[in-house]
């Protein structure tokens, strides 16, 4: 079973009287419990794929499916839908609201999207252990690192169980250790919680070299070989 399967894509924009092509004939499979890494010069479509992947883009040509579903030419309101239900998203920096604790960032996440049970102070509550935050659920983001921010983001994303989890440079505002720290998190938790996850990362150093890694260059896909 896959979580994701995006199957010769391309996605091109208009640019003057020609276009420009974000990401040509693209495609790539990413298995429950799959660990990828995308890297890639600027401009070679990075974002467009995320985007794609989170059906926030629908492509000019190809196929997305996730979980075996055919998405590629849902309604705006399903995909909003399956975004909420299948999809964790994790950015750069985690945008975690300043007056509200670790534990609050997550139920406020889950109301959002509608949830209002009593089952979800608990869920997020072993979430945050999860990550390593049991110890600091109560604290506000001032009176936490930037490693612990971070994972606070990662429990967030992980709120709604989703299958597919999909990280923008996670560890781009941390030191190397705590980036790797990161990254090692990300890889356990894809195999505990049987996700596929797939996390756009300039810091090749961070990964290990048993990491599975694709290279996208002018929106063309290609395996990397890590040598380090
Ligand atoms: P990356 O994330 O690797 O920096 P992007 O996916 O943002 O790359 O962009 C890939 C290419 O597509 C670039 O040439 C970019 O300028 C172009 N592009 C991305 N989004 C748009 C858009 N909304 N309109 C026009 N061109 C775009
Ligand atoms: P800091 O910026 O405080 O160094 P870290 O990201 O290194 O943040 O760690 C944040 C918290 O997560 C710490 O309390 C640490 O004990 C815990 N932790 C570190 N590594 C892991 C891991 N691999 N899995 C779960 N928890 C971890």
Do not use: C
Not at 35 to 47: E, H, I, N, R, Y
Not at 156 to 172: F, I
């Amino acid at each position: 079973m896959h979580a994701l399967e995006i199957d010769q894509v391309t996605v091109r924009f208009r640019d003057g009287e020609g276009w420009t092509y974000a990401l040509r004939d693209v495609s790539l499979n990413l298995a429950l419990g799959e660990f990828l890494a995308v890297t890639g010069p600027s401009g070679s479509g990075k974002s467009t794929l995320l985007a794609v992947a989170g059906l926030l883009l629908t492509p000019t040509a190809g196929t997305v499916r996730l979980g075996g579903q055919d998405v590629t030419g849902d309604k705006a309101n399903t995909r909003t839908d399956l975004r909420r239900s299948d999809i964790g998203f994790v950015f750069q920096q985690p945008h975690l609201l300043g007056s509200l604790t670790a534990l609050e960032q997550l139920q406020m996440a889950a109301r959002l999207d509608g949830d209002r049970s009593k089952a979800t102070t608990e869920h997020a509550k072993e979430l945050l252990n999860e990550v390593g935050l049991g110890s600091v659920m109560h604290k506000r983001p001032s009176a936490l690192s930037g490693g612990q921010r971070q994972r606070v983001g990662i429990a967030r994303a992980l709120m709604g169980d989703p299958k597919l989890l999909l990280v923008d440079e996670p560890t781009s505002a941390l030191d190397h250790e705590r980036g790797v720290a990161i990254i090692d998190l990300l890889r356990n938790l894809t195999t505990e919680r049987s996700l596929g996850t797939l996390v756009v990362t300039h810091d090749l150093g961070t990964l290990s070299p048993d990491d599975e890694v694709v290279r996208l260059v002018d929106g063309k896909l290609a395996v990397e070989q890590l040598t380090h």
